[in-house]
């Protein structure tokens, strides 16, 4: 059994019954999660982007031409499988999505992640580990984007396909053709991946052969474009400039008041826990293409790692953490086993130590800058078209001619690349420094409440807060006269304790936040007995309601029932 840090072993070894098992259970795993991550779908689901697509694939089931306007290069071939899933659904909106989005997004993305490992022979660990990083992180939206897990499952360099020139031909031809029928962008960019594969990172294989496998990439490419064109021309008496119109230049073009993003890595949004994915991206993008990284991974990995650097267009175009997520499946596979297979005995040139060690390092250091820089700063596609640039050649060339000192110019990139998520991670801290909401209850009620609390008070800082927003005692300068703070389920117990101080009036006041938690008669029957509302205001952008009570001892209050509304206490009607 090959280790999980021999990534490159006998492909030829048998599966073995434990790495079947482990498929198999990542199989039903992917069902489960899919079936009971799905809610039933509302009507807010129908106006948007998912919505549209339900539409979409009603239309096309009722017989409407699977053509039509749709951005991201959305394709014939996606409206006829959507329609297909509809039938199945039998028109249920909720059933629709769980088939197209769950089950042949995310789920489906996890099997493949495993499926992959089991042509590379992983160790079963590695294979649930994967699986899992796609079902759970790297989550895929919906079926569009299992295609790229889908294809370099079928073109990794390894096993039967590789034994097989003919098989490997028809694949390398058949592929683009019929991903470009579902969507034209993957094919677009898969396409890409997998020539740059063939040119810049195959080893052991000829150039003849590699110039070869590029001609069939972009020869099945041109057919799916060419079968498509020809198909809609003699079947419905489409044009070929309508067809091109809104199959390749309605894709392309730049509408009003659209703009390409700039990715701050140091400005992530607060309001989600899993934008730590956008953190992460730059990062693990650019791990795979380190020279001494390169240097030591298999071609398997290297295929993987370019599948995900070439998709950076998606999130890029729009930086937002569904997009990332959605397209990191592939980057999350490349980490993973890159980091297996760095485990395995080193077969590079001893380290160089001298004192051109530290500027190598500087080097290596002033190339991940300036792509990252480049790459994710400029407000243009360009951008994504040089970092791709940039991370090919840093990997290819520094790779191949720097030998020894391959190990400096690696160190200064990564210092680089690792300071992004660092950075990031303590300046999201900052802002939530700055920009948490903990203590907003707190502050709303000291703001409305505290003026009520000096009316019915008498002067007196004492009082008990009861039963949350414990900052009251801070923010309003209140004493509390017992040693009680927590009003737990077995707060009973202080029972003999407390109902005598509530019964002779050495707790004067009482401010009621909200009910308790585990209710207690004893409490709430002594309060009445012995307290009158002096006060009652609500906080209705808090749904908030704080009653101050005041010791009857203390004589006769005037009541107030207040609500804050407009920005104003007034009269509760």
Known sequence: MASPGDLRADHAEPVGTVRWATFAGVCVLALLWSAYSVGAQNGTFLTQDFGAQYHLAKMTAHGAIPLVDFEHGWNAGSFWVSSVLYAVASGSPTIWYFLWGRLLGAGLGAVLAAAIG???????????????????????????????????????????????????????????????????????????????????????????????????LAGGFVLGLVVQAAAYKVLWGLSFADFNRQVILGQTETHEGSQYAVWNFFDLPTESGRFFILALYPFALLLPFVPLVWQRISDSTRLIALAGLVLVVVPIRRVDNPHTTTVSALVLLAVVLAVAELYRPPSVSKPTRSLIALPLGVAGALWAAATLWIGFGLQSMTGGVLLVALAVAGAVLGSTFLRGTVAAVSAGALVVLGCVPALASVDHLDDLRRDAKSFQVTDAITRWAGPEYDRCSGGTREALVMPNYLELYDTLDLTNPTPYYLFHYDFAQYEDVLVPQLEDGSIPVIIETMPLHTPQPWLTDAIHANYVPCSIVRIEKQATTVTIWTHKSRGSVERRDLSVRGGELVPTR
């Open 118 to 216: 089991l042509r590379l022979r992983l160790h079963p660990v590695v294979m649930v580990a994967v699986a899992l990083g796609v079902l759970l992180l790297a989550t895929p939206l919906h079926i569009k984007y299992t295609i790229c897990l889908l294809w370099v499952f079928i073109l990794l360099p390894t096993g039967r396909l590789e034994s097989r020139p003919r098989l490997a031909a028809v694949a390398r031809v058949l592929l683009p053709a019929l991903v470009f029928w579902q969507y034209v962008e993957l094919a677009v960019l898969l396409t890409g991946a997998s020539g740059l594969f063939e040119l810049f990172a195959r080893r052991d294989v000829a150039w003849r052969t590699r110039i070869v496998n590029c001609v069939q």
